[in-house]
């Protein structure tokens, strides 16, 4: 059963959770077994992502519950998604919002964030398919976050805290 990892800030160098995980190449069928388990601990913990090395997994994933509003392909309302070897870049006419955002890693805190509203993002899904999508607002914030924990980069580095 995974359990979610809190930032260590006393052992700031050993910690996964600061450690740059996006050089390592994860497949969709390493993924498979984690998938239950981190729509779990979403659910429980009322979070909209969970990034692998917030459970200790050394891995270049992240998962998104149907609340982070990911597109869905087909029109339909937003559905879950598993996030492999993820990139983005800022749409060229996307301007930075301000928005406060909190951290299953840093519970109790909350941390003003300017991050592009728009960009364009691609990952691996669960089946072993590259996705490329356009994301915006709320799914677009979502999917930077995460893939700010794997870069290594938590909340407090990247905001300002505000309570």
Same mark, same amino acid.
């Given at each position: 059963m995974l359990k979610i990892k809190l930032l260590?800030?006393?052992?700031?160098?050993?910690?996964?959770?600061?450690?740059?995980?996006?050089?390592?190449?994860?497949?969709?069928?390493?993924v498979k077994e984690y998938q239950r388990e981190l729509f779990r601990l979403c659910k429980e913990n009322h979070a909209v992502g969970i990034a692998a090395?917030?459970?200790d997994l050394r891995m270049n994933f992240f998962f998104v519950t149907p609340s982070a509003k990911?597109?869905?392909?087909?029109?339909?309302?937003?559905?879950?998604?598993?996030?492999i070897n993820p990139t983005w870049e800022a749409d060229k006419k996307a301007t930075a919002v301000e928005d406060v955002e909190g951290c299953l890693s840093i519970p109790g805190r909350d941390f003003l964030v300017a991050r592009p509203a728009t960009i364009d993002a691609e990952w691996t899904n669960a089946v072993g398919h590259r996705v490329k999508?356009?994301?915006? %607002? /709320?799914?677009? +914030?979502?999917?930077?976050?995460?893939?700010?924990?794997?870069?290594?980069?938590?909340?407090?580095?990247? %905001? /300002?805290?505000? +309570?």
């Open positions: 260590n800030t006393r052992d700031k160098y050993s910690d996964i959770l600061l450690e740059d995980l996006t050089s390592i190449v994860t497949t969709h069928q390493e090395n917030q459970v990911f597109p869905n392909k087909n029109g339909g309302k937003p559905v879950a998604h598993v996030c999508m356009k994301l915006k %607002g /709320k799914a677009a +914030r979502v999917f930077q976050h995460e893939h700010d924990h794997l870069k290594g980069i938590v909340l407090f580095e990247s %905001g /300002k805290e505000v +309570r």
